[in-house]
């Protein structure tokens, strides 16, 4: 069975400062991959994901992933962190042949310190 | 409609008692998932919908948990005789499920609170 393990439960960053959030699943062939975050009373919003190809990816408020087959990992990263990314951000894996079961990890609370 | 969206938002109940909650997904999505978000916790899978029918109920925690999907459309989620540990957010999502790695991208509706006294 696929797990999805983020370390970091919870991340305390200097407004300005790079953000950095570990990911590591457990799974047999390469899974598809997604960051979600979700801001408080909210529903969770897709920021970006893998599928396949290049390893680096770009999603959306000026966030990265990069894909690192030999780690297990995709860690998120933020040059430069805005007051408003203080959320919860989630790593989820789905498998490539039952694509539709996406497991979740327990998820990493962001806060943002002026 | 633009987004999937749940109602109610929130709902405290006193255990014991049945409970529904509502999901209307994203319009033309024929991927329909519960998800249980508890305090702390990462979200669990509940069950997928495909359609009206659900292949996979592997996550229902229960017997006392129950969801349909009429129409191809809105579905609910009913949890019976409700008790404490049900309290939980509760998240439903919708996917296009048509053509492409792009159509498994699940669109998160905001949740329900379910608070059971």
């Known amino acids: 069975a696929q797990s999805v393990t983020q370390p970091d439960i919870h991340i305390t960053v200097s407004e300005g400062a790079s953000l950095e959030l570990r990911c590591n699943y457990s799974?047999?062939?390469?899974?598809?991959l997604f960051w979600y975050v979700q801001s408080p009373g909210q529903g969770l919003q897709l920021l970006l994901k893998y599928f396949s190809g290049d390893t680096l990816v770009q999603g959306i408020k000026g966030f990265e992933a990069e894909f690192k087959r030999s780690q297990s990992s995709f860690n998120l990263r933020k040059p430069s962190v805005h007051w408003s990314d203080a959320a919860e951000y989630f790593c989820?894996?789905?498998?490539?042949?039952?694509?539709?079961?996406?497991?979740f990890g327990a998820g990493t609370t962001v806060t943002v310190r002026a | 409609g633009a987004g999937v969206s749940q109602s109610p938002s929130n709902k405290v109940t006193e255990k014991g008692k049945d409970v529904e909650l509502r999901c209307d997904p994203i319009s033309g999505h024929t991927a329909l998932y519960w998800y249980r978000q508890s305090l702390g916790q990462g979200l669990e899978f509940l069950i997928y919908f495909q359609g009206n029918s659900a292949p996979d109920k592997s996550g229902l925690p229960s017997d006392r948990f129950s969801a349909e999907r009429t129409g191809g459309s809105v579905s609910t989620l009913t949890i019976q005789r409700t008790q404490q540990e049900d309290s939980a957010v509760y998240l439903c999502a919708s996917s296009p499920l048509a053509g492409g790695p792009g159509k498994n991208i699940q669109y998160f509706g905001a949740g329900t609170r379910l608070s059971v006294l």
């Open positions: 799974y047999g062939a390469t899974p598809y």
């Open positions: 989820a894996v789905g498998a490539r042949s039952n694509d539709y079961k996406l497991s």
